[in-house]
DNA sequence: GTGGTCTAGACCACA
DNA sequence: GTGGTCTAGACCACT
């Protein structure tokens, strides 16, 4: 079953939106396989101290990807393909690459600034 | 006078922040310096087409942050220094950076395979 | 929850600034804990007979001086330390004091004289 | 002629007033005499870098108050009893002293620590 | 004219 | 339900 024990909730994003970001992570990531469940909305919204609605709310849009399917009896389980997965990868980075770069083309940045700043960040990170 | 002829708003976030950013945008690009006057909240708001009371907000917020100066009847000017101009720029690009660095490592990038990312959609936004 | 019930709007004051300074003085006062809750905005709007927007006004910069914390959807907590509040206190206080001393050395009072004139109104005023 | 060099200008405070209680405190001060004169309108906003309709407004105000009176060829006399400054040096300690002692007792402050208070800041304020 | 505050009421996103 | 943003328009004080 999805885990998410590991998962902190920040202040500054919806909540939903973390939950969203979570399942697709384990996905893109192979953590996890199609047909694995999920947890119960119930069950989650308390793990977690978040209103049920909330947990209502991330799993639906879940569904609508195409990630998720529910059944009777709240059970939750994962309907995903490689391609899919892939896809989803890709529009993480992408969205991920484009907003660094416009903002950094914003801030007056070259192409080569840009990168050694990243590489800095990146070391930062790391440590 | 600071000039927002050159901004183009969108509507996926709030107007007020479009506002600020630019005008921070603006200070750290050296294209305007400390004693430079900005245009009242009356001429703007109808420059821009939007409430007076949103472009009072942005105006207050910098205000708070120390960049403007605002005297009831009189113009209002911005007041910052040098450094603050470094800080703003250093916050926002670290910000930035930073944002970036963490989504990628998330989705299992290595540094290089980042910095690729970032050389390709530098390359994209640019044509 | 904090209460405004005791609070008599003036007129000659903005009244988001009556409203901070209400909260200031309930945390100085030590009649309300870190972690309590404030009324919603809409409630404590229609409380006072204001507009939610003055209410919102003065949460917001209760947030920004770090005394509150709000959550979209959620209830709006007291989020101070007793440090905080004892910083408060010192500064309302030194601000009041500052600002007498100063008159009344400019309208050439001696020291003992200042204390003299503040004992006697104090009396007057308990009275 | 009654001196405006000494005056420094504080940005919280309208100007008007401030000139206002200049005038004022050189009355009570007893450095000035009933029939000195006031520089005219126009020297003294050129004198201080003010708008003219700012000193105007301070004048009228004075007019008013029954401190000054104007002639044609703009030469304005000053015309106050020694009874009037009395009247004056009264009404703002009495103004000043109220202001702290409400605010004093609102913080929770006794009387004895008021007064403690008072000293401190007055020996602070001489060093 | 300018900045500052306020009312009235709408819309959206979030829990 | 809650907080956040925005519009429309008014009033006041200050320059």
Chains 1, 2, 3, 4 share one sequence.
Not at 21 to 40: F, I, K, N, T, Y
């Amino acid at each position: 079953m999805l885990d998410f024990t590991g998962l902190r909730l920040q202040d500054d994003t919806p909540i939903y939106q973390q939950l969203i970001r979570h399942v697709q992570l384990c996905v893109v990531a192979g953590s996890v396989q199609p047909g694995d469940e999920l947890p119960s909305r119930r069950l989650l919204s308390a793990q977690l101290g978040v209103n049920p609605n909330t947990v209502q709310k991330a799993y639906r849009q879940l569904e609508e990807e195409g990630l998720l399917r529910s059944f009777a009896g709240s059970k939750s389980v994962l309907t995903f393909t490689p391609g899919m997965a892939a896809d989803i990868r890709a529009r993480l980075l992408a969205a991920a690459a484009q907003g660094y770069v416009s903002q950094a083309k914003q801030l007056g940045l070259s192409a080569d600034e840009a990168a050694a700043q990243i590489a800095q960040h990146w070391k930062e990170e790391t440590e």
